[in-house]
């Protein structure tokens, strides 16, 4: 299964993307959860400390894995087919949610097409995750539609887009998930978050409505994951509300209730 999060930044995806990952590896699943955002604070969602992960060195931004990966002994000419599926082994960082970590980082060249050798191998990582393997991935991709324009996301099964109930961010969520069926990904819905109110959850609903987007879920505003993102209290899942409705959504991606158009929420 291959999950791809989106939506505004702030509305909470990181969240979302975390907190399916640590549903699905305390099921017994092999998860592998990829920081595709180029602020990436996956760890942090996963139970890394702080110092953890800072000192994670994204893939994109690791200047000897690139060369080992593409560099020739000619001077601007680099080779394009290369292993990565020991990438996963070397630099997949464990978490304590039981999730494996891969941060991505940013591509640091002009233009969104390059050829660059990060950008090589990057791309062709992804592509071994998405297809060629068998874990649980989860994508926590970059705030906006611009992922989709790349095609970072292509061949997953799954688009969850997250919105609060706030207008400008339901207008993002409503392009992403736009381009995303326009993209071919097969299943593609809305996952209302923060929701604290009956009115809250008639925005998110009607606009989904209004749109044609399916409603994967409805997460409702909890208070210790409120304090958590500033104090990084703990939160413990079985008390929480939101933690209980990520879980209903899990579950209905593993069952394939959701994809079937089963209850969204």
């Known amino acids: 299964m291959k999950i791809a999060v989106s939506g505004k930044g702030g509305t909470g995806k ?15 699943h092999p998860v592998i959860a990829i920081d595709a955002d180029p602020a990436p604070n996956l760890g942090l ?11 994670i060195v994204p893939v994109a931004e690791n200047e000897q894995l690139i060369r080992l990966k593409t560099g020739t002994e000619y001077s601007g000419v680099f080779r394009l087919t290369f292993t990565v599926d020991d990438i996963i082994a070397r630099f997949a960082v464990p978490t304590p949610s039981g999730a494996h970590l891969l941060v991505m980082g940013t591509v640091r060249s002009p233009g969104s097409g390059c050829t660059c050798p990060a950008h090589s191998v990057v791309k062709a990582l992804m592509r071994h995750l998405i297809v060629d393997r068998d874990d649980y991935v989860i994508l926590d991709m970059d705030a906006g539609v611009e992922h989709l324009g790349r095609g970072t996301a292509e061949r997953v099964d799954t688009m969850l887009v997250v919105s609060d109930a706030n207008r400008k961010s339901l207008e993002v969520a409503g392009n992403i998930c736009r381009m995303a069926k326009d993209a071919g990904i097969p299943a593609v819905g809305l996952v209302g978050n923060r929701i604290a109110t009956s009115s809250h959850d008639r925005a998110v609903r009607e606009y989904a409505a209004q749109n044609g987007i399916p409603v994967a879920g409805m997460i409702p505003f909890d208070q210790a994951v409120y304090d958590n993102a500033i104090d990084g209290s703990p939160v413990d899942p079985a008390a929480s509300p939101a933690f209980r409705e990520i879980s209903r959504i899990a579950a209905s991606l593993v069952s394939g209730a959701w994809q079937a158009g089963g209850p969204g929420g």
């Open 14 to 28: 990181t969240f979302l993307a975390g907190s399916l990952a640590a549903c699905f590896a305390s099921d017994g």
């Open 45 to 55: 969602t996963l139970g890394l400390t702080s110092e953890e992960a800072a000192a």
